[in-house]
């Protein structure tokens, strides 16, 4: 088979996924299910939270690692969608990445809040932020698991979920140390 072939046969299939993805989302995520605004308000409260409570003396440095983990998380949970290992069967809306709310918002806003609260009380970064992986991997995972929010496939589990989390953490952070040392350090 040659490369052209297999390019149009991946594009036919991408062309008939999105539209059953399209069909999947108006069956069980619409504005009339609960799901619909249960991501909506899983959007914005947090956004609202984040708002109120951030300093805004760091709010480049802050924003710039809640950036980074959203990046890094939501690039990890493309490869495990991919792969099916983790699927976010009702999501904002069928345009939208998988798993965006949870990805875009709810992560990097608890790091983000966490990250400020050792900062600026002289914290160490990495035992909280381990405890905030374990809460949000055994506590929310979960409960996003028995209200189907949430699937793990393949042998995916909260202890798979804790690690990516807590490493999706400690990158962006360590991110964030490099680029504050190159501000410090430019010539």
């Known amino acids: 088979m040659s ?12 062309e008939k996924l999105g539209k ?12 009339e299910t609960w799901y619909f605004w249960f991501n909506i308000s899983f959007f914005f409260i947090p956004l609202f939270i984040l708002y109120k409570f951030i300093d805004r003396e760091r709010i480049f440095e802050i924003s710039f690692y809640g950036y980074s983990v959203h990046m890094i998380s939501s ?3 493309g490869a495990l969608e991919a792969n099916n290992l983790l699927v976010h069967p009702h999501d904002l809306t069928s345009l939208f990445p ?7 918002v709810i992560l990097p806003v608890a790091y983000m809040l966490l990250y400020q609260y ?8 990495y035992v909280y932020t381990l405890l905030l992986s374990i ?3 055994y506590g929310l995972d979960y409960i996003f698991i028995l209200i189907d929010y949430l699937k793990l ?4 589990n909260l202890t798979y979920l804790l690690l990516l989390n807590f490493v999706a953490a400690c990158l962006s952070y360590w991110l964030t140390v490099l680029f504050k040392w190159i501000k410090v350090h430019r010539k």
Do not use: D, H, P, R
């Open 20 to 31: 059953l993805e399209s069909e999947y989302w108006q069956l069980t995520s619409n504005v």
């Open 153 to 156: 496939n393949k042998g995916m």
């Open 135 to 137: 809460l949000i991997s």
């Open 3 to 14: 490369a052209e072939t297999l390019y149009l046969q991946i594009y036919n299939l991408k």
């Open 98 to 104: 998988s798993g965006m709310t949870v990805t875009a």
């Open 118 to 125: 050792c900062i600026n009380q002289n914290k160490n970064f």
């Open 75 to 77: 690039k990890v949970n």
